[in-house]
């Protein structure tokens, strides 16, 4: 009876634990299970979230990118317009201080062209009939030699021609008409040179040497007048200067014709001196050359020029006066 009893229980217990043992494994089974199923979805979605991160982020770095390309142009607009700030405040400075050294040379010429207006008509009261006599003989005397108050007794003709902006904008078709002029009351002569008040070649071909006189020549001289223009301070001191110095010579008789309309820089006493001291008096009581001139009447309907347009006709009368030549105004540039 005690031995049923015994293999009994330990039957009922052998099968609990197996029962036990068999529901653990299962439930560890599902567990895996249920994992293995739910986690692809995981890394997808996972997957799926960096992707929206990184595209929003290659938005905002393309969005920076353009904001940079935008602030480094502005940037070098900014440089080079404060470069041409600069550089147009050093012009207005040069020309601040350009304007005050013309100024101070105006207010001179202005005294002294009140000064000479004065001589000039005293000397005209004082003028009696005697000397209006003498002057009409003299004239009449020395006619045959001049044309419209020029002398025209010269082999050898030089031009020195102001060929700044403003005749070149203004008088040029006046200017070219002169000079032909000109060379038709010098039907002949031995040589002939063209140059501008800095003294510059109208033909650098013939630099320093004379121009035979031919037809063909006169045509080449009228033609390249169209399109000629050197720089020019509208001084004619070194125009003269270059032309005395180069192309005096004791056997020949030299006019200089000069064509401008204002004087606007230098001294009018020391340009007079210096053609005084390269143009002086041979033995026979002549002058190297002669000085004729012709002003052209460009800034007469220009206000604030007026000072310059004196100053050019003072020094234009004194030099033609002290080298034996005449001096034309032109009232009008047609």
Not at 39 to 68: C, F, M, N, S, W
């Amino acid at each position: 009876m005690k031995k049923r009893s015994q293999r009994k229980s330990i039957e009922v217990f052998s099968l609990s634990f197996l029962d036990v043992v068999s529901c653990g494994f299962g439930a560890i089974i599902l567990l895996l299970v249920i994992s293995k199923i739910s986690q692809p979805l995981v890394i997808e979605e996972t997957t799926t979230d960096l992707r929206k991160v990184l595209a929003a982020l290659e938005q905002q770095l393309e969005i920076i990118q353009g904001e940079i390309k935008t602030t480094d142009r502005a940037l070098t607009r900014s440089t080079k317009e404060n470069s041409t700030l600069k550089s147009q405040k050093k012009n207005q400075a040069s020309a601040l201080s350009q304007l005050k050294n013309e100024f101070k040379d105006a207010n001179n010429s202005l005294n002294a062209q009140s000064i000479i207006k004065e001589k000039l008509a005293q000397a005209k009261q004082s003028l009696t009939d005697e000397m209006r006599r003498l002057q009409q003989t003299t004239a009449v005397v020395n006619k045959e030699n001049t044309v419209g108050g020029i002398s025209v007794n010269s082999e050898y003709i030089i031009f020195i021609i102001d060929t700044s902006g403003s005749m070149r904008n203004f008088a040029w078709p006046l200017v070219r008409k002169k000079m032909q002029e000109i060379l038709k009351i010098y039907p002949n002569v031995k040589g002939i040179q063209v140059m501008n008040d800095m003294g510059d070649y109208m033909f650098s071909q013939y630099a320093g040497r004379w121009i035979k006189d031919t037809p063909g020549r006169r045509r080449a001289i009228l033609k390249r007048l169209v399109s000629w223009e050197p720089f020019s301070n509208s001084s004619p001191e070194e125009g003269i200067s270059q032309a005395i110095r180069r192309f005096y010579s004791s056997d020949k008789a030299i006019s200089l014709y000069i064509f401008g309309d204002d004087f606007a820089r230098g001294s009018i006493q020391a340009v007079v001196e210096t053609v005084a001291r390269l143009n002086k008096t041979n033995r026979a009581s002549k002058k190297r050359v002669r000085i004729n001139a012709v002003g052209f009447p460009v800034l007469f309907n220009h206000p604030g020029t007026e000072v310059n347009i004196a100053r050019f006709a003072a020094l234009m009368r004194k030099l033609a006066e002290n080298n034996e030549g005449s001096f034309v105004g032109l009232t009008s540039l047609r």
